[in-house]
Nanobody, 119 residues
Framework: QVQHVESRGGLVQPGGSLRLSCAAS????????MSWYRQHRGKERELVAS????????IYEDSVQGRFTISRENAAQMVYLQMTNLNADDTALYFC????????????WGPGTQVIVSS
């Protein structure tokens, strides 16, 4: 059974940092370009960052460039998103999945992990 389980979100003050984790199972993570997505309340889910299977290529959405870093551990079936200098616009529900720009159909979505940036 294909699953993504996101974790390590939380409440953080502006300027703070969080490191999100995604545990994938039921498929060979190492063969896929993986991405993090986020969904602001009442809006469509958007792609935030992508990482190629061998971690060579990384792409970021403009608003997070320089603040977020995506990484992966293929042997552990894990994908991470290090987020720094967080601001209120980063408040959202964060998900991981295979890359929507590379693949025609995505794996089932996990529950996501909530990030709230507030003082």
């Amino acid at each position: 059974q294909v699953q993504h389980v996101e974790s390590r979100g939380g409440l953080v003050q502006p300027g703070g940092s969080l490191r999100l984790s995604c545990a994938a199972s039921g498929f060979a993570l190492s063969t896929y370009t993986m991405s993090w997505y986020r969904q602001h309340r009442g809006k469509e889910r958007e792609l935030v960052a992508s990482i190629s299977s061998g971690s060579i290529n990384k792409i970021y959405e403009d608003s997070v460039q320089g603040r977020f870093t995506i990484s992966r551990e293929n042997a552990a079936q894990m994908v991470y998103l290090q987020m720094t200098n967080l601001n209120a616009d980063d408040t959202a529900l964060y998900f991981c999945n295979i890359d929507s720009r590379t693949y025609g159909s995505l794996k089932p979505w996990g529950p996501g992990t909530q990030v709230i940036v507030s003082s």
